[in-house]
T-cell receptor
Framework: AQKITQTQPGMFVQEKEAVTLDCTYD???????LFWYKQPSSGEMIFLIY??????QNATEGRYSLNFQKARKSANLVISASQLGDSAMYFC???????????FGTGTRLKVLA | DAGVIQSPRHEVTEMGQEVTLRCKPI?????LFWYRQTMMRGLELLIY????????DSGMPEDRFSAKMPNASFSTLKIQPSEPRDSAVYFC?????????????FGDGTRLSIL
């Protein structure tokens, strides 16, 4: 069965520090994509970063990077130099070849402290 | 560039009424998805379309829910009759192609409250 697991329901981080949000996945497919989304309190879902299963390098987008460990089936999101505006819910999602449906994790609520 | 546009942003209505949610996907995107988000169940895919054709509606809760995509730039999700348990945030998303590497781009959602 395909599954995404986010084990941290909530996290705190001090402003300007880095934080890692965990995501593990389970799939028997060889080709898949992993995505992270941010949902601020205003409710919209914002796409942050993508990692493909065949990508050899970890994805980076500005202050966001993805620590992809394929053998461990983990795709952790790293946010560097946290800002107050990073306080939000973060969702990890997976899609596999042959289906275009996302499987979402339950999310991690991040609070950045001043 | 315009993103996915949903309307209304908020809807409050009484039980038994018909509710219609609207979505305009990003121009050129071939795939359109409808999701429901609740505290209890998280994000659930209800239905998705490819080139205006419904591909998978296995997530539609029951016959009270229906979705259409009459053209490439417009889709509706209808609930008739509505019930309090339908209260949720409904998202529409679109993506460019059918590859697993394509991100879905979400609208701002419709917060639906059924009294």
């Amino acid at each position: 069965a395909q599954k995404i697991t986010q084990t941290q329901p909530g996290m705190f981080v001090q402003e300007k520090e880095a934080v890692t949000l965990d995501c593990t996945y389970d799939t028997s497919d060889q080709s898949y994509g992993l995505f992270w989304y941010k949902q601020p309190s205003s409710g919209e879902m914002i796409f942050l970063i993508y990692q493909g299963s065949y990508d050899e390098q970890n994805a980076t987008e500005g202050r966001y990077s993805l620590n992809f460990q394929k053998a461990r089936k983990s795709a952790n999101l790293v946010i560097s130099a946290s800002q107050l505006g990073d306080s939000a819910m973060y969702f990890c999602a997976m899609s596999t070849s042959g289906t275009y449906k996302y499987i979402f994790g339950t999310g991690t609520r991040l609070k950045v402290l001043a | 560039d315009a993103g996915v546009i949903q309307s209304p942003r908020h809807e409050v209505t009484e039980m038994g009424q018909e509710v219609t949610l609207r979505c305009k996907p990003i121009s050129g995107h071939d795939y359109l998805f409808w999701y429901r988000q609740t505290m209890m169940r998280g994000l659930e895919l209800l239905i998705y379309f490819n080139n205006n054709v419904p591909i998978d509606d296995s997530g539609m809760p029951e016959d009270r829910f229906s979705a259409k995509m009459p053209n490439a730039s417009f889709s509706t999700l209808k609930i008739q009759p509505s019930e309090p348990r339908d209260s949720a945030v409904y998202f529409c998303a679109s993506s460019l192609t059918a590859n697993s590497n394509q991100p879905q781009h979400f609208g701002d959602g419709t917060r639906l409250s059924i009294l």
